[in-house]
């Protein structure tokens, strides 16, 4: 059963793969079909069978560079990783699939450069996602999951590991939003809140309230803290009279702690937030960073070790659920400075453009996207995997490619400036 599943995915994906390539294709139609492919990349199987072939539209797709800060200082984090990759690494063959996944988010930039030929192309694309919100929040609920992972073992890691997607995916009605002023649009957001709370993913809901936070802020400026603030109660107040939410932070067990090794914490991890986790944080940087601050232990090194499962206390613990913490392990101090340059280079970058452009919703709604998903990948990477399910980074800089090529469409060729909005 599995195996059909798969096979006929394949097929399906490589069907309209071929039909991307032909020249009738409009670049709307490859940007909606990479935002389909990530929402469902998670299906067994799925991302091995389909990575060369999407790698190719990718390259096919780009034929021109942005000349920007964001793209010159995500480069360099890349170089960095390439040499530390090529001196350090004690483990090649999870090292090659670092670097390759770490270059990826820079080739959906590129392809979002590319794939926008005007400015109603933007607005056509966030039509179309949200459209597709709905759907994919209600194959993503905890009743339907179940449902599917009984009908096939192929669904079972894309219902576990998508709740991440939606931090992503909530900003785009807002965006979609601020150019039509079309109110209804806005509750495809509650969709997107639909599998946090079924699956209780604290992470994803903190992360759609930063989302929040950004238009909110960008709307009332100072008095943002105070609505925030208020947010941020209503949305906590909303979710704890969820019984296994209060149960596992406020129940009688919550606070069974002890000092145990990382397989004992998985056992009595029903009652403890982190499941065990800040102990193989522990554990991981007294054996692979501690004498390595600077420089780092080599890509690929620590996940190898991992995978490996020498050690029987870290035997549970594939990946570590924080991706922070692996960048920082892996490629030290002067990696993690570059990758930590980026975000700010990119997040100054956002909120230059929001200063500087009153007038112009496209621009606007394409600034607070790009701002809203940097910031809420960042907050994500401190308590998931997303370096491991990479394409939900992909998406964010998809939509960064786009930002930045809507600023040069709009700002040195003035053919473009007369747009008629939806």
Not at 94 to 113: A, E, H, N, T, V
Not at 380 to 409: A, D, P, T, W
């Amino acid at each position: 059963m599995a195996t059909a599943v798969q096979i006929i995915l394949f097929l399906v994906l490589s069907y309209k793969l071929v039909h991307l390539f032909s020249k009738k294709t409009t670049g709307v139609e490859v940007a909606f079909f990479l935002v389909v492919l990530s929402c469902f990349y998670l299906i067994r199987g799925l991302s091995d069978l389909m990575i060369i072939l999407v790698t190719i539209l990718l390259i096919t797709q780009t034929k021109k560079v942005p000349h920007h800060s964001i793209c010159r200082a995500y480069i360099l984090f890349l170089f960095y990783s390439f040499f530390n990759f090529l001196f350090l690494s004690e483990g090649y063959y999870y090292g090659m699939m670092m670097l390759y996944k770490l270059s990826l988010p820079l080739l959906f930039l590129l392809c979002g450069y590319n794939l926008i030929s005007c400015r109603e192309d933007y607005i056509s694309l966030l039509k179309r996602i949200c459209q597709l919100i709905p759907l994919v929040a209600v194959l993503s609920s905890y009743p339907i999951s179940l449902l599917q992972q009984y009908i096939s073992p192929v669904f079972k890691s894309w219902c576990a590991g998508d709740a991440e997607l939606f931090c992503i995916l909530f900003i785009i009605p807002i965006s979609y939003y601020i150019i039509t002023n079309n109110k209804n649009i806005l509750y495809r957001c509650l969709y997107c809140c639909l599998p946090s709370l079924t699956m209780i993913r604290r992470t994803v809901l903190g992360a759609q309230v930063l989302s929040s936070a950004v238009y909110v802020t960008y709307k009332t400026g100072f008095r943002a803290v105070f609505i925030v603030t208020i947010l941020s109660i209503i949305v906590f107040l909303s979710v704890i009279r969820i019984p296994q939410f209060s149960t596992r932070l406020f129940g009688d067990n919550a606070d069974l702690v002890k000092e145990l090794s990382v397989t004992d914490f998985v056992e009595i991890s029903k009652y403890i937030d982190t499941s065990g986790r800040t102990a193989a944080w522990d554990l991981v940087t007294d054996m692979f960073y501690k004498n390595n601050e600077v420089w780092g232990c080599g890509l690929g090194t620590m996940k190898t070790f991992l995978r490996s499962g020498q050690d029987q206390d870290m035997k549970e613990f594939e990946m570590l659920h924080n991706d922070h913490l692996h960048l920082k392990i892996e490629l030290g101090k002067v990696g993690y400075t570059f990758f930590i340059i980026f975000f700010i280079v990119s997040v100054l970058s956002y909120i230059k453009d929001l200063r500087t452009i009153k007038h112009d919703s496209i621009i606007i709604a394409s600034s607070i996207a790009s701002l809203s998903m940097t910031i809420c990948v960042f907050f994500c990477m401190f308590f998931s995997n997303m370096l491991s399910q990479v394409y939900e980074i992909c998406m964010c800089f998809m939509f960064i490619g786009i930002h930045l090529r809507l600023k040069r469409m709009t700002y040195y060729a003035p053919s473009n400036l007369t747009t008629k909005l939806l």
